[in-house]
């Protein structure tokens, strides 16, 4: 994954007495270039040109088009964006294990170093699809019911622990820990990622697909992310970026907060209705104004999972506060708090109430 790094933008971050490299979104400048006025989401998007430009896939021109990006324009120009993990469920994830497993069989045929074929972007798999509430209105249902589950699986899921021990980055999340998107927020989902290149700690935005339309729920806390078909999610496993257009992006505006007596339903579905009378499908939606920090977590990760039901490719809030303390509720580390903070805030996607970021629409 070597940058060609045209603008010169890798560079250092020192948090809490750790080095991490980083591509400094402000080393993209030149004529007509206005990086600080990009939405938060396009910021993302340009990060993930700047680490992976290689001149060929990605060159300094599309690394460009996206910094002088032309938010009155229609979508033509095509881009190519690296997810930094695949996120899968239960029945759409087990053919791509099996897709690996099939290509190691083969390169061991071939007389190949099987052990060389891995997926090349982390995959995480969270069985959730298929537990079965067998047993109710007892004490130990719970138990019983995942129990059955592991007796009524049992081949798929021995198929899967092997996979995870065979893979490198590759990890499996069990039946009976929670719904995909639960554990993704929960648990997965790093707002800043970190990954060990040329034995360099690399920090970057968490982006993900995943193989589920309501993946959009981890764009509650800042992570850009997407539901893909199989296909798609199996070639981004295997380090093929996914091509799209530079998208028009939707900027929704909140200001206040919510009227006593008023729910996260009524919020929710008062958004979807606005947001599917404006029209913004395969557009990016993102909220900002001095409203989204009176917003709670799980009212952000509600609307972002709502995203599908008005048709936008995400409907994405930037990090701030509100993240941080949710990352810390949920039991990230101490240097993960501190990385995700340092990072925002030194890129720009750090959320701040006042600014007016460049919108194709706005509501």
Known sequence: MASQDSFGAKSTLEVDGRSYEIFRLDKVVGDGLDVDSLPFSLKVLLENLLRTEDGADITADDIK???GWDETAEPDKEIQFTPARVIMQDFTGVPCVVDLATMREAMAELGGDAT??????PAEMVIDHSVIADVFGSADAFERNVEIEYERNRERYQFLRWGQGAFDDFKVVPPGTGIVHQVNIEHLARTVFTREVDGEL????DTCVGTD????????IGVVGWGVGGIEAEAAMLGQPVSM???RVVGFKLNGDLPEGATATDLVLTITEMLRKHGVVGKF???YGPGVSALPLANRATIGNMSPE???TIAVFP????????LRLTGRSAEQLALVEGYAKEQGLWHDPDAEPRYSERL
């Open 245 to 247: 257009l530079i998208p």
């Open 213 to 220: 339309s309501h993946t959009t729920m981890v764009n509650g």
């Open 202 to 205: 690399l920090a970057y935005p």
């Open 310 to 312: 008005f048709g936008s």
């Open 65 to 67: 088009a996206l910094a």
């Open 116 to 121: 060389k074929i891995n997926p090349l972007a």
């Open 285 to 287: 939606v993102e909220f």
């Open 319 to 326: 990090i701030d506060q509100q993240t941080i303390d949710y």
